[in-house]
């Protein structure tokens, strides 16, 4: 049973901060309900986990686990887990929090949630890793389900991570009751149950937007500079779609570093290249490599961060050249360096609905396992499509009648339709 006890507002610097920020801003701006702001400004339930695991060794180290549900008010709970040493229950915290305004937004019948494990996964072996996944599962139990709170992948996690969680999880079950789980993940390997287009739909979501913008500015992405932070799922699949509709790659960092070359980066080859060479960037042919600190101040016209949060900065934000910020990270601009971008015209299509693809199609996966169906890939990106334009819309409309940035407008939707469910069901009239 998950402790009940609620988490009290954000007081750290950070990825909590920043989302608690940007929350407030929208609710003072609809003057939300008082009582419906007091229940969406806490996480519902907090779930801390230490279990051991046997190394290849044979020495048995104990990892920390969490999984933190932020609201559930719309659905069940729905977000990814991410392996990585900042993974703490703060950020746990912010990140669920931004997934509930991302499904509220997206109009799914889901809340939000988000969690994983506090470690570098380059230092384990993938037999290590699927003890700590499974283990992990184990010590999660009941806590997650296909109709309670249902995890996907983030940074660092992947179809196979998600394939582990499912068997270990199918296996607590009585065998006539294991098919029935099958939606208790999302981003599962096509051959687990997973969904065609869930491999790039955040990507194509991110590409999505950018273009609904342009096409909104009266603009061709043909030969516009991009560069892209993080080369992961997210920024790769962002990065092949913009060049296959013209666009030129210029820079790319990644945690190894940073490459650039004016002329533009081949997305394609430097995806084979980082398979070849343990996920980094460094080295790719015809570039050149740059400190990491200038990334973000390269020029170009369109910037991607798709890794961590709190990159775009105070110190970095004066010095970005991009007309146009798309959000792939969650959290990678912080309010402080956004409202300078906003001040010098920069737009920022936030992370909410930039990056919503992902779990939109998430939605697709789980409808598909819970009524055995299986969707074809054109499908999948058509319904994609035409959800993240709708959301996208709506946005826009919401930004332009009530005179606010892109960000504010998709949490006042977000936040406008919990506070309807809320009052419909005359628990807050
Ligand atoms: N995978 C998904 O479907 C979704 C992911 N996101 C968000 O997108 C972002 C990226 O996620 P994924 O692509 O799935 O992760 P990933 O694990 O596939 O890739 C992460 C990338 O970020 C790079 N990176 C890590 N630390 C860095 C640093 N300090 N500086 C520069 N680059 C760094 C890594 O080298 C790697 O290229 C995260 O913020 C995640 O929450 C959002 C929605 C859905
Ligand atoms: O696909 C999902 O359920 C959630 C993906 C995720 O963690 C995110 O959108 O940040």
Known sequence: ?????????????????????????????????????????????????????????????VFTGYRVQHNNALGPYKGGLR????????????????????????????????????????????????????????????NIGPELDIPAPDVNTNPQTMAWILDTYMSTKAPAERSKNMHVVTGKPLGAGGSEGRDRATGYGVFLNIKFWASDKKITLKDKRFIVQGFGNVGYWTAHFLEKEGAKLVAVQDQFGCISNENGIAVEQLFDYTKANNGSILGFTNTTPIAS????????????????????????????????????????????????????????IPDILCNSGGVICSYFEWLQNRNGEIWQLNEVLEKLEKKLEESFRKVIETSRKKDVDMRTAAFIIAIERLELAYVQRGIFP
């Not at 701006?29 to 519902?44: A, G, M, P, Q, W």
């Not at 020029?299 to 890794?307: E, L, Y």
């Not at 709190?310 to 991009?322: G, H, R, V």
């Open 83 to 142: 392996y990585h040493p900042t993974v703490d229950i703060d950020a746990a915290r912010a990140l669920a929090m931004w997934m509930t305004w991302k499904t509220s937004l997206a109009g799914l019948p889901y809340g939000g949630a988000k969690g994983g494990i506090q470690l570098d996964p380059s230092k384990y072996s993938s037999s290590e890793l699927e003890r700590i996944t499974r283990r992990f599962t184990y010590a999660l139990g009941d």
């Open 293 to 348: 600190k200038d990334f973000f101040s390269i020029d170009c016209d369109i910037c991607i961060p798709a890794a961590l949060g709190n990159q775009i900065t105070e110190e970095n934000a004066p010095l970005i050249k991009a007309y146009l910020i798309a959000e792939g990270a969650n959290g990678p601009t912080d309010v402080n360096a956004e409202k300078i971008l906003l001040k010098k015209g920069t737009d920022i």
């Open 1 to 61: 049973m998950i402790a009940k006890e609620k988490v009290v507002k954000a007081t750290k610097q950070g990825m909590l901060d920043n989302v608690m920020r940007q929350f407030n801003n929208a609710a003072d701006i609809i003057d939300l309900n008082s009582n419906i702001r007091k229940i969406l400004e806490i996480t519902n339930n907090e779930l801390v986990v230490h279990f051991p695991v046997k190394m290849d060794n044979g020495e048995v180290k």
